[in-house]
């Protein structure tokens, strides 16, 4: 049974910090690629960035870029969103995502093979 299974959110003031944490198991890590997206709320879920399992390439949405850094252990089947300067409109519930390889950018959420419970970020003013 594949588990993603997410930690690290919390509440916040804007300006401040978060790194989020998502362990994998039961099926391989690597291969594809491991995806933050979040949903704030009253919107859908969106795409918020990717790193390659195996070539470890990442991507971002613009409203994140310089912000927000993901990266990976492998050995710990483990994928890291470190979350910096956040703003109140970061607020949402925070999911991490298994994908596939040759997947489009931005992300998609059918693009998607496994889901995490997800964790609430609350950023406040």
């Known amino acids: 049974q594949v588990k993603l299974v997410e930690s690290g959110g919390g509440s916040v003031q804007a300006g401040g910090s978060l790194t989020l944490s998502c362990v994998v198991s039961g099926h391989q890590y690597m291969g594809g690629y491991m995806a933050w997206f979040r949903q704030a709320p009253g919107k859908e879920r969106e795409g918020v960035a990717r790193i390659g399992t195996v070539t470890d390439t990442t991507d971002y949405v613009d409203f994140v870029k310089g912000r927000f850094t993901i990266s990976q252990i492998k050995v710990n089947s483990t994928v890291y969103l470190v979350m910096n300067s956040l703003k109140p409109d970061d607020t949402g519930i925070y999911y991490c995502?298994?994908?596939?390889?040759?997947?489009?950018?931005?992300?998609?959420?059918?693009?998607?093979?496994?889901w995490g419970q997800g964790t609430q970020v609350t950023v406040s003013s």
């Open positions: 995502a298994k994908m596939p390889p040759a997947v489009d950018w931005p992300l998609r959420l059918s693009d998607v093979n496994y």
